[in-house]
């Protein structure tokens, strides 16, 4: 396709979808059964140099749904209290519209065609998030169904390291253990992570903006 140059850096950076930081915390592994309790999104922005950079953040404590699992296990990791009334927690649904509102209208802002979730371990947060979705009768989800970023892998190979908060620290971002397993600061600092290895790999000549788009 031939470029256009009233599209927005983001949308010719990634073929047209927008990167949309996502973390959750949730009951257990299981996406089908178990709990999901909070989720946080950070939307990101790319300057007309092609440098990437979080724009703004949201996140929502959720009532577990009705029969879901939720492992003690899970809520000694996490620090999560579902039943303290001071999370001011809200219904699944709720929650996922309060959400996407803010992604559908970036999408429709910078002339991108979906959203694309960016996650460390990113599948996980993925079927989390479809889970959600399906279980909540959302017609139409803003991000694309299987394809996600990973910062797991994409750290590995920037840094030699996949766990979050070690390759936060070897590639200088500042990680606090006890703010962690905190849906929004985890996906800051998820965030911070992909925006330096996308900056990093256009400083070192990986990326050019292109005359043609494939």
Known sequence: ??????????????????PVVVDIESGGFNAQT?????IA????????KFKLSIKSSINKNITPFVGSVIEPSSLEFTGINPHD???????????????????RRE????KCTRAILVGHN?????????????RT????????????FDTSSLAGLAYGQTVLAKACRVA???????????????????????????????????????????
């Open 1 to 18: 396709m031939k470029h256009q140059e009233n599209l927005y850096p983001i949308s010719q950076r990634f073929r047209g979808f927008l």
């Open 34 to 38: 178990d709990a999901l309790l909070e």
């Open 41 to 48: 999104i950070v939307i990101l922005e790319m300057d007309d």
């Open 85 to 103: 009334s001071r999370r001011i927690a809200i219904d699944e649904v709720d929650a996922l519209r309060k959400i996407f509102l803010p992604i």
């Open 107 to 110: 999408i429709s802002r910078t």
């Open 122 to 134: 990113a599948h996980f947060d993925l079927a989390f998030m479809n889970a959600a979705i399906k």
């Open 137 to 148: 009768n959302i017609k139409r989800s803003p991000f694309h169904p299987f394809s996600c």
């Open 172 to 214: 200088g971002i500042g990680f606090s253990n006890e703010e962690a397993h905190s849906a929004l600061y985890d996906a800051i600092k998820t965030a911070e992570l992909f925006c330096q290895i996308v900056n990093l790999w256009r400083d070192v000549g990986g990326w050019k903006d292109q005359k043609f788009l494939d």
